[in-house]
C-alpha cells in the first residue's frame, strides 16, 4: 500500500487549501482515515479522521469550524478542505489509513500559512 498526499503550499492567513491523500494497493480491512500534522518543535497531532463509511468523523478543537475531512472511497482518496488557515496551522501534514491489521502513512506535504 502506497500513500500520496498532495496539496500543500504557502498561503496566507484567512486563506484556503485543499489536501488529498492518493492510496493504492491492497486496503482490505480498512476502518478508518486520518490526517495528522506536525509542527517545527511540537509532537504529530491528529487533525481529523473519518471512518471507511463516512458516518464518523472527528476533529481537534484547533480546526473544527474550519476544517472537512471526505473520502471518496471509489477512488481511495482522502480529502481535507481546510478554511480560515492562520499560522498555527502551519505544519507538514500526513495521511494515515488504518486497517484492522497495519497502518499505512503517506509522506507529508508542507502547509505554511502566512501573517
Known amino acids: 500500500v502506497q500513500l500520496q498526499a498532495s496539496g500543500g503550499g504557502l498561503v496566507q492567513t484567512g486563506g484556503t487549501l485543499r489536501l488529498s491523500c492518493a492510496a493504492s494497493g491492497g486496503l482490505n480491512g480498512l476502518h478508518t482515515m486520518g490526517w495528522y500534522r506536525q509542527a517545527p518543535g511540537k509532537q504529530r497531532e491528529l487533525v481529523a479522521s473519518?471512518?471507511?463509511?463516512?458516518?464518523?468523523?472527528k476533529y481537534a478543537d484547533s480546526v473544527k469550524g474550519r476544517f472537512t475531512i471526505s473520502s471518496d472511497n471509489a477512488k481511495n482518496i482522502l480529502y481535507v478542505q481546510m478554511t480560515n488557515l492562520n499560522p498555527e496551522d502551519t505544519a507538514v501534514y500526513s495521511c494515515k489509513f488504518e486497517t484492522f491489521w497495519n497502518d499505512y502513512w503517506g509522506r507529508g506535504t508542507q502547509v505554511t500559512v502566512s501573517s
Open positions: 473519518i471512518s471507511r463509511s463516512g458516518r464518523t468523523t
